[in-house]
């Protein structure tokens, strides 16, 4: 079964019934709650080590209410040569999207709540 994500709200997230207020990570096994990236509101290379690792067709990128979080050029270069297709929106429509791809691809959404 794929995680659903329910509903999002600024700070909050339910995913499967679960209520989250911390940034997530939802792989195909389970959601890594509290996720933080070394420099908040960058995407570094080094905070995305258990997305890579995790093989996704597609990360769905969350940037925040507000859309303040920025991917780090580097790290857009490393999911490309990882095979990996990006798609970044502020995170209610990341949420959207993240949805409707899990059901055909290998999705993970990394979502940040606030911002």
Known sequence: MNDVIESYHFGSIVINGKEFRTDVVILPDRVNAGW????????????????????????????????????DRKTREHL??????LIVAKTEEACEIYNELSKSKRAVAALHLTC
């Open 36 to 71: 933080r990236r070394k420099e908040g509101h960058i995407l570094s290379v080094d905070d995305i080590k258990e997305i890579v690792d995790a093989e996704p067709e597609v990360l769905v990128v969350g940037t925040g209410y507000s859309g303040l979080m920025k991917i």
């Open 80 to 85: 490309r040569s990882s095979g990996i297709r």
